[in-house]
């Protein structure tokens, strides 16, 4: 006889085929029957999903609950937490999911009692290597997921230890059938005898069966569902028809039990679909979402909270609490349908919204502190405010904006100034003007908009305040003309019978990147081919020039590709319809720089296809080096047998998802594609294929090559109608940047790898205080000049708060949650080594937990691990 823990909950998608706004509604009355039944019957006990956003949003139709909750959750009845929101597992950096978790654990203790301490995600897609340690950064120590095991290739058991890539572990228990696997509904419950013999049953004795386990683990619930009602009389009805023993219990309870046994171990990402889909490809589905959540990520932890430090050192305070509703917002375009993108049009418009609310909060703060900056130090509307935002020295370019009444400026010769682009505005006639006798109506100056890029040495975390002037003579200017070439003293390429060449030192990419485009019949789940299609190359063909300056050289070429419009078209190649998808392709060499910049920009005209970048490296190699959340791993092509289906329920493809760097390297020379929100990479012979977007026209659709039988998305089920979504077409422009890095010799290896990764990313942070044009900065308007306390420190025309070492990598700058007047500093080893950081000591560094606990001073960081560390400022 196997004894079974039962758990009684329920799955809350915020959103899907349905909005946020349809969930309330359902939360409002099931989330007050689950109260009801739980005070009503004390030896009962719920999960409310793992996530702390719903149960906020319940407080807030619901106030008077708050109380109940807090009693509930003391007495373990009601399981709450840690997440915010149940996060995707795979396109999220790692301080997106470790925030995830810190938000989600304070926000539980501070309103609502002690959080579910476990990393719960029942219905992600799969889940990236590196997770147990971001779990253990906040002390969790368990595990609980449904999706991505096989008992066959990874570990035998439903329960094992998990370890991450530097080797720490959570406990991690596996309900391969489902959160659903003892789902007692009301149909259950009237025919019980049934429903133990055909399916609970079988759950368990599945459980017990991989890894001879006497103890499992039985969830009961599924999506939106309600609390049993008189779960302790259901039972023992169970109870009397099952051949097992089965016992009410909790998650927390089960994994306490499970922690005391002796558990085989794995090493590795969980994204097989054996028993359950993962969806392979989502990482490419609504792929602007994608690139808008990188974006935002870098907003949030490379410009705005250490623009928050430092304006906290110049005595200019900032609430955290506007901060903490931005990385809420963020959270909320992030669980596994959201940021998949296999939602229907109506919920992706709310997510439109959810980042256009985000980068406002950004952009705003942003503002603010800079003109406050500004205000401090008196400048003039010839000075600019350049900022480092990191907290290590910086030598480099930095872009500035500028409005100017000429065109024709000078900046300090040390700074090397380039105009990168500029725009005229003409003057206007009759515009009114507020000055001390009233109302005046005058002409209005025209002016230039003026993007320059400066050349900066600056030390770490600070500003530099850099003057200039009108001038008669031009600066340096980047414009287009005739060329196929450019160079550095690091790298060149070269365009030539449509093939471009990357030449370094060391070696010589012949035709390194082209595109290819391929019909897509899939949905907003997965990519799947078009039987009887194939990919196919696109042309390089175009009007091609290059700009060279004495600092900067860029290459453009500018063409048109000529596609089918949609699937009917590409199946029917006699008679179809033929659409003209125009691109620009524009290629960037920095002095002194290694990395070639790249932007790509598309105007999709074509229906239902994946356009992909093929890298070609020509080094032999079985293993691609891939970048993830928080460190490094290698992955190798598994071989498909013909007969696959007969093990898995989609197609294991080979296409892996990676973080922010991926490449091919033979141990002497190498190349990698840095991205920036692109996240899918396969491997074919000596080249890299990254996913640049896969466009669909429906929600879910049934049968397809890559994943037969049903539709993902509940389309072909009883009751469901098929769901069009074409907004997930993504036609017109769509902007794809990206880099390519040749590391070789010393340069080959993690550490300098990370380095080059963070420079690369590091933000062009500048502010200008003019009158020209209020709506540069959007709250220029409405930031008045003010008086400041006299008691404020004196600031220097050029200042810096902290200098660290940079070859670690840094995850997080930002104001402490918990303690007043303190920074937070979180250090990332992206090595397979040990590092030192007792350095920091000496400069009053604090080492605490991920919520910012005190613990051992150790000052070393694991491989693949992260240290937090905290500051008086």
Not at 39 to 46: K, L, Q, S, Y
Not at 491 to 496: F, N
Not at 764 to 789: A, C, G, T
Request: aromatic share 10%.
């Amino acid at each position: 006889m196997v004894k079974a823990y039962f758990v009684n909950h329920t799955h809350w998608d915020r959103e899907w085929y349905f909005t946020t706004q349809d969930a309330q509604v359902l939360s409002d009355q099931l989330f007050t029957e689950v109260l009801d039944e739980l005070e009503e019957h004390p030896e009962a006990n719920f999960t409310l999903d793992g996530q702390m956003s719903i149960v906020d949003e319940y407080v807030e139709i619901h106030p008077e609950a708050r109380d109940r909750i807090h009693k509930l959750v003391n007495r373990k009845q009601l399981f709450i937490g840690p997440w915010y929101t149940q996060t995707d597992a795979l396109v999220p950096n790692a301080e997106s999911l470790l925030r995830n978790l810190i938000i989600g654990i304070l926000d539980a203790r501070k309103n609502f009692g002690e959080p579910m301490l476990l990393g719960y995600l029942p219905d992600t897609f799969g889940f990236n290597a590196n997770l147990p340690m971001i779990l253990n950064q906040v002390g969790i120590h368990d595990f609980l997921s449904w999706r991505g095991t096989n008992f066959k290739r990874q570990t035998k058991s439903v329960y094992f230890k998990w370890k991450a890539l530097g080797g720490k572990a959570v406990f991690a228990a596996n309900f391969p059938l489902g959160y659903f696997t003892g789902q007692i509904d009301l149909e259950s419950k009237r025919n019980l005898n049934d429903f133990v013999k055909n399916r609970l049953d079988k759950g368990i004795e599945f459980e017990a069966i991989h890894g001879n386990n006497s103890e499992v683990l039985v969830p009961s619930g599924i999506d939106q569902m309600n609390i049993i009602h008189d779960l302790s009389k259901t039972i023992t009805q169970v109870n009397q028809y099952s051949k097992n023993n089965i016992v009410i219990s909790s998650y927390p309870e089960f994994m306490q039990k499970l922690r005391m046994k002796a558990l085989p171990e794995f090493q590795g990402e969980l994204r097989y679909p054996t028993y359950s889909r993962v969806h392979r490809t989502i990482c490419s589905v609504r792929s602007r979402n994608k690139r808008k959540n990188f974006k935002l990520e870098q907003v949030i932890t490379r410009r705005l909270e250490p623009l928050m430090v430092i304006a906290q050192y110049a005595g200019i305070p900032i609430s955290n609490g506007i901060v903490i509703k931005l990385w809420k917002l963020l959270f909320k375009v992030q669980p596994h349908d959201t940021m998949g993108g296999s939602v229907t049009d109506n919920v992706a418009v709310d997510i439109n919204e959810r980042y256009k609310q985000a980068f406002e909060i950004a952009d705003g703060l942003e503002n603010y502190i800079k003109k406050r900056l500004a205000q401090r130090l008196s400048l003039s509307d010839h000075d600019i405010l350049v900022f480092n935002t990191d907290p290590y020295n910086f030598k480099g370019r930095k872009n500035v904006e500028i409005i100017s009444s000429s065109a024709n400026v000078k900046f300090p010769a040390q700074n090397r100034a380039i105009i990168v682009d500029c725009k005229e505005v003409k003057s206007r006639p009759h515009i009114m003007q507020l000055t001390p006798n009233g109302y005046e109506f005058k002409d209005e100056p025209g002016y230039f908009k003026l993007k320059v890029s400066l050349y900066v040495e600056m030390k770490g975390l600070g500003y530099q305040v850099i003057h200039f002037d009108d001038s008669d003579s031009l600066m340096p200017k980047l414009t287009l003309q005739q060329g196929n070439s450019i160079a550095n003293n690091l790298v060149s390429i070269k365009y030539l019978d449509g093939k471009f060449s990357l030449v370094t030192k060391n070696k010589t990419f012949a035709d390194v990147i082209s595109v290819y485009d391929q019909a897509n019949d899939g949905d907003t789940y997965d990519f799947s081919p078009l039987r009887n299609d194939h990919e196919v190359r696109l042309p390089w063909t175009g009007k091609i020039q290059t700009a060279k300056t004495e600092d900067i050289e860029k290459i453009q070429l500018s063409g048109s590709w000529t596609l089918p419009h949609d699937l009917t078209d590409r199946a029917n190649s006699q008679n179809s319809q033929k659409v003209a998808v125009s691109f620009q392709l524009t290629l960037t060499l920095f002095a002194n720089s290694p990395v070639v910049s790249a932007k790509l920009i598309v105007d999709n005209q074509a229906l239902s296809h994946r356009l992909r970048l093929r890298l070609k490296t020509g080094l032999k190699t079985d293993n691609v080096h891939a970048q993830i959340q928080g460190g490094f791993r290698k992955t190798t092509n598994e071989k498909i047998a013909a007969n696959w289906n007969d093990e898995f329920v989609e197609k294991p493809v080979n296409i892996y998802i990676f973080d922010r760097c991926v490449g091919l390297n033979d141990s002497k020379v190498g190349l990698y594609f840095l991205g920036k929100g692109q996240k899918e990479y396969e491997k074919k012979d000596d080249s890299l294929f990254i996913t640049l977007m896969a466009t669909t026209g429906q929600l879910g659709k049934p049968n397809l090559l890559w994943r037969p039988g049903r539709a993902s998305g509940d389309t072909t089920s009883v009751g469901h109608v098929m769901m069009p979504t074409p907004m997930a077409q993504e036609m017109g422009f769509n902007e794809f940047e990206f880099g390519l890095y040749v590391p070789s010799g010393s340069q080959l290896n993690e550490e300098k790898i990370s380095q080059v990764i963070a420079n690369w990313y590091s933000p062009s942070v500048s502010y200008q205080m003019q009158k020209h044009n209020l709506f540069v900065n959007r709250l220029d308007n409405k930031l008045w000049d003010i008086e400041f306390p006299q008691n404020l420190p004196q600031l220097k025309q050029k200042e810096t708060w902290l200098n660290i070492k940079s070859d670690i990598e840094v995850s997080a700058f930002y104001l402490s949650y918990t303690i007043k007047n303190c920074l937070v500093l979180r250090l990332s080893n992206m090595t397979n080594t040990e590092k030192d950081v007792s350095y920091l000591q000496d400069k009053e560094f604090i080492e605490v937990d991920g919520l910012e606990k005190t613990i051992a001073q150790d000052f070393k960081i694991a491989p693949y691990d992260m240290i937090t560390l905290v500051k008086k400022i």
